[in-house]
């Protein structure tokens, strides 16, 4: 997990972001689809439907240079 944050802040005027957000990096997007596509996650999903409204998605990013090696990272996003 890259980030968690509850109650997460956004500027003056524009949707209220939601109530908690949480970032996990994983090394492929074909790794997050598998994820996607496996029995444990599916379940969890459905468990987590019950209680709260998820909004989970995956998104490429490239990480800074100077701090990583320079290549494209694939992480998740899922809010509630």
Request: proline content about 10%.
């Amino acid at each position: 997990m890259l980030v968690r944050a509850n109650m997460p802040t956004g500027p003056p005027g524009r949707a209220p972001p939601a109530p908690c957000v949480v970032v996990i990096q994983f090394e492929s997007l074909e790794k997050l689809q598998a994820l996607y596509e496996s029995g444990p996650y599916k379940q969890a999903v459905a468990i987590g439907d019950k209680y709260a409204t998820q909004r989970i998605f995956g998104v490429e990013g490239i990480l800074p240079r100077k701090l990583f090696d320079g290549g494209i990272r694939t992480g998740a996003i899922s809010t509630m």
